[in-house]
């Protein structure tokens, strides 16, 4: 997972790499290090949906390239991707895989991306309904991903104007795939602190039995004052940290949880590590999630 300030905006994603320990770990940091990189460089004047395409275009072939290099420690890696791009009251989203974005607004949640799955796909082509798509075998083959293929098609939204109050939940399917829309939803309805949210979502994965890395990132977009040449107030989204000079009300959490699993092909690879709950920036000390969530630790 990244969050950062780029030359665009303010720059959020979360990747979830397959193929192995290694493979899998690798492809992750290579997505998230190859869209930082293109989009930190990119010419504004672009179009946004140009310079997202362009950006994981390239990625993509740096992947692919080492994927299909021999190493059979890195043999068909591939990650998830979904990035949201923040720049003023416009928030593009662009996606491949099974990584979600949701947009809370007035008491409704919103699914922003759909998953590039084989049972998606049948959901789509009236095969399967939505709810046999979940424990469907083919719920977690990923049919678009970075690195799986030359050539790659990624899904772009735009959100324009971003109002007051809006939420945006990054979340891989170690989330998503446990925990149904009207959940997530039932827990942003329930208004709670928004440091708590990330941790609530966590604790009803794990205990429904989630097995897959869970990343949970969510953002609020709420009033921040300053008073600098007549402007009384503007709407920033919340994050610790000053920007430009201007301090942004509210905070990010992000809590990412990694829990072991075998690579199986054509299945979408979660990789171990050791949980962690972190706040932005980055120099606020980790915390053990298991830990927060009253959970025995590893």
Not at 55 to 77: C, K, L, W
Not at 119 to 133: D, F, K, N, S
Not at 164 to 182: E, Q, R
Request: proline share 6%; with cysteine.
């Amino acid at each position: 997972m990244y969050t950062a300030r780029v030359g665009l905006g303010q720059l959020h994603i979360v990747a979830d790499g397959m193929g192995g320990h290694k493979g899998g770990a690798l492809a992750a940091q290579m997505t998230i290090d190859g869209l930082r990189r293109d989009l930190d460089q990119a010419p504004p004047a672009t179009p946004v949906a140009h310079l997202l395409r362009q950006a994981f275009e390239r990625t993509n072939q740096d992947v692919y390239r080492i994927a299909h290099s021999g190493d059979p420690e890195t043999q068909g890696m591939g990650s998830t991707a979904v990035l949201l791009l923040i720049s003023d009251r416009t928030a593009h989203i662009a996606h491949v895989g099974d990584s979600r974005a949701y947009l809370y607004r007035k008491g409704r949640l919103r699914r922003m991306t759909t998953d590039h799955t084989r049972a998606q796909r049948m959901v789509e082509a009236a095969i399967l309904t939505p709810e046999q798509a979940l424990d469907h075998p083919s719920a977690s083959v990923l049919e678009r991903a970075v690195g799986i293929k030359p050539a790659i098609e990624v899904d772009i939204t735009r959100i324009h104007p971003v109002k007051k109050g809006d939420g945006i939940l990054l979340c891989t399917d170690g989330l998503s795939g446990c925990v149904s829309d009207g959940e997530i939803e039932d827990i942003l309805r329930g208004a709670p602190p928004i440091q708590e949210i990330p941790k609530r979502l966590i604790e009803i994965a794990l205990r429904k039995g989630s097995k897959d890395n869970i990343t949970v990132q969510y953002l609020q977009y709420g009033e921040s004052k300053r008073r600098s040449r007549g402007i009384a107030s503007i709407l920033r989204w919340a994050v610790v940290a000053a920007v430009a000079g201007a301090l942004l009300a509210g905070l990010i959490y992000f809590l990412i949880v990694k829990s072991p699993k075998n690579a199986s092909p054509g299945l979408s690879n979660r990789n171990g590590a050791s949980p962690a709950i972190s706040t932005l920036p980055s120099f606020v000390p980790a915390l053990n999630s298991r830990q927060a969530l009253g959970l025995p630790k590893y």
